[in-house]
């Protein structure tokens, strides 16, 4: 089959390389443990990892992690080479014990390194769920690692409460959208930063009030918007300097939830404890396997609740074929995209 795989580090539309390579098989998953890495041989501390399907592919979903792990920035290293794309939709074609009953049937899934989502036939992990019949595949490749990122930074870690003022970050992003689609149904004043007048409207066609960088200085437009009283919450997927300088705003006993690294991972000022500030981070990884499940399933009923209710959707603004997946991340890496870009296989 081919794959979108990648070599070495670099730009990813100029390191995403067109490999021929065999299928995935269950025997190629033999002595193979889970590390936030991704698969890795076990060792010492890791197991064998038995919680996962085969995947003849239909649609994936390209996201930030693609971007970085390319250019080396994500914050672990992952072993080269490997097939790109972090989640996808796909018919299960073979699955662990604990996943039989999946055979045959469509799903939506994590794919981890080296077994990306951009490939034929991929291998799904743990976070995974059957998609409905009023689910179309694209809309399922652009739910899952929104969805529940969001709702782990949102209300797991960031414990947002109706009536607080809440600044997202890359707030037309396919992670930011999922955040502010959360804080509006949790009764917030949401204002949504994004660059550009049609990351603007986005936004505010999800309850938003959208702050546009590219009009001005971010700080002073929140300010002025929250008539000088500051914010009560920072989610924040992107970081980097404008996330720091955003970060004055917060009121006593406010929060930063880091949640992302789309600016840079750059280091904290130390003082912000004199200011009764709560830095606070949000990853899906480094649970235990239990505890990985618990949250998947809590996650995906309340998830369930809000898309029935009418207060969550998957956010897909393009839709591209599997040749044109070196243009598309591209436009991804340079902020051109909003919401989630899908790819056909």
């Known amino acids: ?105 469509r799903v939506a899934a994590v794919c981890i390194q080296p077994f990306g989502s951009l490939a034929p036939v991929s291998v799904g992990i743990s976070t995974m769920f059957e998609v409905p019949d009023s689910m179309s595949d694209e809309d399922a490749a652009a739910f899952m690692i929104p969805a529940h990122t969001a709702w782990h930074a949102v209300h797991r870690r960031g414990k947002i409460q109706s009536g607080e003022t809440v600044v997202v970050m890359g707030a037309a992003g396919g992670l930011g959208a999922a955040i502010v689609q959360l804080c509006v149904a949790a009764g917030c004043d949401v204002l949504a930063v994004v660059g550009g007048s049609e990351k603007a409207a986005v936004v505010e066609g999800l309850g938003a009030r959208a702050v546009d960088h590219s009009t001005g200085d971010v700080v002073e437009v929140i300010r002025t918007a929250t008539d000088g009283r500051g914010v009560d919450v920072i989610v924040d997927p992107v970081q ?13 006993d406010g929060r930063h939830v880091l949640c992302g690294h789309a600016g840079g991972l750059i280091a904290h000022d130390p003082h912000f404890y004199v200011r009764n500030h709560t830095l606070v981070g949000a990853t899906l990884g480094g649970y235990p396997r239990p505890e990985m499940s618990r949250i998947h399933a809590e996650t995906q009923r309340e998830i369930d609740w809000l898309m029935a209710d009418g207060q969550y959707r998957p956010l897909v603004s393009r839709v591209v074929d599997f040749a044109d997946v070196p243009a598309a991340i591209t436009d991804l890496a340079e902020r051109r995209t909003w919401g989630r870009v899908v790819v056909r296989l």
């Open 1 to 105: 089959m081919q794959a979108w795989r990648v070599h070495r580090h670099g730009e990813p539309g100029e390191v995403f390389q067109l490999d021929e390579i065999p299928e995935p098989t269950p025997a190629d998953l033999e002595g193979l443990g889970m590390h936030m890495s991704g698969w890795v041989p076990v060792q010492p501390g890791i197991t064998p990892f038995d919680d996962w399907v085969i995947m003849q592919m239909s649609v994936a979903a390209l996201a930030l992690p693609d971007v970085t792990i390319a250019r080396g920035t994500y914050p672990v290293p992952v072993a080269m080479p490997y097939v790109s794309g972090q989640e996808g939709v796909g018919v299960v074609t073979a699955a662990s014990p604990k996943r039989a009953e999946l055979v045959g049937t």
């Open 240 to 252: 980097g300097e404008v996330g720091a300088r955003v970060r004055d705003l917060l009121v006593p």
